[in-house]
């Protein structure tokens, strides 16, 4: 480089570094040569080794040389689902979906729509026509969101042993449909999906009462929360592995319709006050980001200090 004017020069060497916006599709487009493929001066950003490590899930061999020189080996077949955990972070995850209808041209490809901006997800349709056009059949499906969290409860509060048997009953049935079978079902809906991507988060909402009956429950309402925390640690154990990760919080007394009209006498609570709802959202917010990458199974008392498990 040699820059001058009418007095003075200057010059030198300048390294320019790689782009990674023409890295990306080319490390997408290796997925189509079962020769090795070497690229040189090669950006590494977070979205390089983010791509880097979508390739190594499919199936390919990546090395990244201190020289900046990436050497990829595709020589096996790889799979053709995209990990969602991966495409949700970034958007040319997408680029994958060509370079493998193209190596499997018969067989079918599984590409979620890329994250990772903060405009929201971006439309693909240029992408999809172009397949479409080549002859590719496509099909788009609604898949599980990546976090679900479930709050929706129910009680009564009448005496368990002052109510008829016919309205108990019924009181029974409504509780265990709406607190238990509901995240039951949810899970049932959700978590294999989640499980397919590789990638999930789930919080349900259990309560004091499920810890120690509560400070003004009935036994159905502690007995439906007590099978929340119980079903919450089955469904941790049983889909962790597949990075799904499924937690609760379990509440103390909070302003919320279900305790409209209620006295409860909070002067031995240490924190001295009904808790508000936004007590109870921050920590479903926390279990359901990559803070908690940790946690499995875990039932967070959120209740002011009325218990400690």
Known sequence: MCIRDSTNSISGTVNINGAKNSCLPLMAASILF??????????????VITMKNLLISL??????????????KNSKPHKRRVPYKLVSTMRAGVLTMGSLLGRYQKKKIYVAKGGGCSLGIRDINYHLSGFE???AELSQRNYA???VALTAGITFYNDWLETDN??????VEQIFNVNLAGPINVARSFLPIMEKNNWGRMVLVGSIAGR???????????????????LTRWLASKYAPSGVLVNAVAPGPTKTRMTEGRSIDTSKLPLRRMLDPEDIAWPIAFLLSPAAAGMVGVVLDVNGGATFS
């Open 212 to 230: 120690m009956g509560g400070l003004t429950s009935q036994p159905h309402y502690a007995a439906s929360k007590g099978g929340v925390h119980a």
């Open 34 to 47: 079962k020769d090795k493929v070497i690229l040189k001066n090669v950006p590494l950003v977070k979205d």
């Open 133 to 135: 056009s080549l002859a």
């Open 59 to 72: 199936g390919s061999k990546v090395e990244i040389l201190k020289t900046n020189k990436m050497i990829i």
């Open 145 to 147: 969101p990546h976090s």
């Open 166 to 171: 016919e309205t108990w009953d019924r009181d």
